[in-house]
């Protein structure tokens, strides 16, 4: 086993079954076969489990060997729509992943602080250095975008409550 941390998966819950092919076994018993086999809301200790909650799927994984950046990288070639978070380990830093739905875009190794947010290096003059300008704003545009998405899936749960 390589370098492990702690990951934090939110999946589109049209996309369950999709997500399921990669991530099932990285998750302890067994994953329903259906999205309406799943339980709302964390339970006390959620780690290595998931659940439901504001209308989309959970996944926290304890031990992640390298973030699980082939399965996250493959998920997103296949069009699920996720946001994954992983905590810093020996070899690299807290980071996010994401797909957007398009297998075109996929963003892997986006370095972020503790609080979740990305960084992007900057220059002397407190500038994002050139080279990341343009990567920066589609990423950031496309993982807004995705959040908006999850967002109403919250407020939808919401009104179904």
């Known amino acids: ?8 998966v939110i999946i589109h819950p049209n996309d369950y079954q999709l ?22 809301g964390p ?14 799927v ?18 997103a070639n296949a069009g699920v729509r996720f946001i ?8 690299y830093g807290s980071g996010i992943q994401f797909g957007t739905g398009n297998p075109k875009r996929f963003y892997g190794d986006v370095p972020c602080d503790h609080e979740r947010y990305p960084v992007a290096p900057i220059n002397e003059h407190g500038s994002v250095q050139a080279q990341w300008r343009d990567h ?9 975008r995705l959040e ?10 919401a009104c179904d409550a």
Not at 136 to 144: E, G, P, V
Request: charged letters at 35%; a negative charge.
């Open 19 to 40: 997500a399921k092919h990669w991530l099932e076994d990285q998750v302890y018993g067994d994953w329903p076969e259906q999205i309406s086999g799943l339980l709302d």
């Open 1 to 8: 086993m390589g370098d492990r941390c702690y990951m934090d």
């Open 136 to 144: 920066y704003r589609k990423l950031m545009r496309n993982l807004t």
């Open 84 to 91: 994954a978070y992983n905590t810093p380990a020996l070899e």
């Open 148 to 157: 908006k998405e999850f967002k109403r899936l919250k407020e939808e749960d």
């Open 58 to 75: 959970f996944v926290s994984i304890s031990e992640a060997n390298y973030a699980l950046a082939d399965s996250m990288e493959s998920m």
């Open 43 to 56: 339970e006390p200790c959620h780690r290595d489990e998931l659940w439901l909650q504001d209308g989309a």
